[in-house]
């Protein structure tokens, strides 16, 4: 039995609920937590949580997620949801429908930035969501599989969006724009893929990291899939100008990744070498999503450098944000296990400034920790009081609200409008998300 509890209005009338509800004993509660799927024949599972709308199953080896933000909820079972039940693909897959009311003192509470700019650029974006999944058939099972699994598990899609965004701002949203931003989210995605054999994590995007599940070989292969499908894009985009912006992102990507990798426990690494790196690894592909966008638009070089001045700048607020959420956030927020840097022997941003300063028993213990890589338990919460010690932390966040404060001026040529408030405040969440 699958029962699909949707949060809103009421879909049937309440004897046909109380029916449905006898029939797969589901029974009354005013809370949305998981407590709820116990009652679904006693091992239910609540698989996702997305605008309140959820498919609980009886079944653990079935499952489905509705979302009526992403026309990208396909699964398991491949359910497809366009946004009102009424009109999936596989209706007859969900067997009962019920409403339940929640108790939350706010039902609707305020959106952050992200959701907003997803908000506004939700047409748009549903015309990318479409080319990735056209662009992600194949006629090897394997690869669609493995890059859906990745794709549709929650990522915020920042990179396409920052891609959109700068179209509107410059009032041009033609297919070439959202060609790219298709090619951006395949680039992300194949990084990702590559990123979790290298970093040998557990968690991805809040789920078991796709490499644990299909193996290091089917997630490089489908991650060298998805950098040939961006390549496709680019060529269609008509741009050489474009193609070759990101295809230089692209190889700067690898080049911040090797050299990241071979700064593994090595603690000579700099703050000026770390920023280096994070510039090439993770700000590149920012910069190139927003300024693919004044190209294709055939706005003029300083639009374009603004663009992408605002992309760097957001890229670098990320990564450093990233960086202290490592030491000091929480997985929920990282979509990651907290601490993954510390265990790699990652010399990050709080690391080398604890290095710079560092003597004595807590130069000792640096060593240890990340050059010889004998940890031991208690280490990290160790590592984390040193850095408080030092002020790291909120060093590394001031460092990021710097280059987010950047990133804002990098806007100002630009005539103010909803896009242009919207990617202002984009850079905000990305560094409050910190707290």
């Not at 070759?244 to 990744?257: C, D, F, K, N, Y």
Request: charged share 25%; aromatic share 6%; hydrophobic share 45%.
């Amino acid at each position: 039995m699958r029962v699909l509890i949707s949060h809103g209005e009421p879909t049937l009338d309440e004897r046909q609920a109380s029916a449905i509800k006898a029939g797969s004993r589901v029974i009354e509660h005013d809370g949305l937590d998981t407590s709820l799927v116990k009652n679904i024949h006693g091992e239910g599972k609540l698989h996702g949580i997305l605008s309140f709308q959820y498919v609980l199953h009886a079944s653990l080896n079935s499952c489905a997620v509705m979302t009526p933000r992403s026309p990208l909820a396909a699964t398991a079972m491949d359910f497809y949801c366009h946004g009102d039940y009424r009109g999936c693909k596989r209706w007859a897959a969900v067997d009962s429908v019920v409403s339940i009311k929640s108790t939350m003192t706010d039902p609707h509470p305020e959106k952050n930035a992200a959701q907003q700019l997803a908000d506004l650029a939700y047409a748009d974006m549903r015309r990318v969501d479409a080319l990735i999944l056209e662009r992600l058939d194949s006629h090897v099972e394997l690869i669609p599989e493995l890059a859906k699994y990745l794709i549709e598990a929650g990522g915020k899609r920042v990179r396409p969006m920052i891609t959109v965004a700068a179209g509107n701002l410059l009032g041009y949203t033609e297919d070439s724009v959202m060609k790219l931003a298709a090619a951006v989210e395949f680039i992300h995605t194949a990084t990702l893929l590559h990123d979790d054999v290298v970093d040998e994590s557990g968690m991805r995007r809040g789920k078991t990291a796709a490499n644990l599940i299909w193996g290091n070989a089917s997630s490089v292969l489908v991650g060298d899939f998805l950098f040939a499908r961006s390549f496709s894009l680019m060529v269609e985009a008509g741009s050489m100008k474009a193609l070759g912006v990101l295809s230089a992102a692209a190889s700067t990507i690898a080049e911040g990744e090797v050299r990241q990798l071979s700064a593994v426990k090595d603690m000579s690494v700099s703050v000026d070498t770390y920023m280096q790196i994070i510039d090439a690894k993770t700000a590149a592909l920012f910069a190139a999503a927003a300024q693919v966008s004044g190209i294709v638009a055939g706005r003029s070089q300083e639009d374009e450098t603004a663009l992408e001045t605002y992309g760097r700048e957001l890229g670098l607020a990320f990564q450093l944000v990233d960086d202290a959420l490592d030491y000091g956030g929480q997985a929920s927020k990282l979509g990651k296990s907290v601490g993954d840097d510390f265990r790699e022997g990652k010399v990050t941003l709080p690391v080398a400034l604890c290095l710079q300063a560092a003597t004595g028993e807590e130069a000792e213990f640096w060593k240890r920790v990340i050059a010889d890589s004998d940890q031991r338990e208690g280490d990290f919460d160790k590592a984390v009081s040193y850095m408080q010690a030092r002020g790291a932390i909120k060093a590394t966040v001031d460092a990021a609200r710097d280059h987010a404060k950047s990133a804002r001026i990098a806007l100002q040529r630009f005539p103010a409008n909803e896009w242009r408030a919207a990617l202002e405040d984009l850079v905000d969440f990305v560094v409050e998300r910190a707290y």
